[in-house]
């Protein structure tokens, strides 16, 4: 049941990042959108994830690594996010670098 949790997430994410790489290419979204988007997202997968996973164990333990495990799916989300955010700020900074000619560069 765990494996089927986390396969559920993980296309999941993977499909976010298809659509927004598709809205990304049609002009209608950019990556500081998708970025605020998934890092919003984040704990809404965090903790819908380590709630599944404890409401799916067994009962012979705590249950505390159902809650590692929707901790790391969420900071996952997180990280994915980040990235998007630091790719739209540093395609910015080379664009905001390259039409001004008093910077040399």
């Given at each position: 049941m ?10 999941a ?6 659509i927004f790489?598709?809205q ?10 998708a970025?605020?988007?998934?890092i ?7 903790f819908?994830?380590?709630?599944l ?7 012979n333990?705590?249950?505390?690594g ?21 790719i739209?700020?540093?395609r ?8 001004r ?5």
């Amino acid at each position: 049941m765990a494996v089927l949790i986390l396969l559920i997430f993980a296309l999941a994410l993977f499909t976010l990042n298809i659509i927004f790489f598709i809205q990304l290419k049609r002009g209608r979204l950019t990556l500081l959108v998708a970025g605020i988007i998934m890092i919003l997202i984040a704990p809404v997968f965090g903790f819908l994830s380590g709630y599944l996973f404890f409401y799916s164990h067994n009962g012979n333990g705590t249950g505390e690594g159902a809650g590692f495990a929707g901790a790391l799916i969420g900071l996952l989300t997180l990280v994915n996010g980040g990235v998007f955010l630091v790719i739209e700020l540093l395609r910015s900074l080379a664009k905001l670098i390259k039409e001004r000619p008093d910077i040399k560069g």
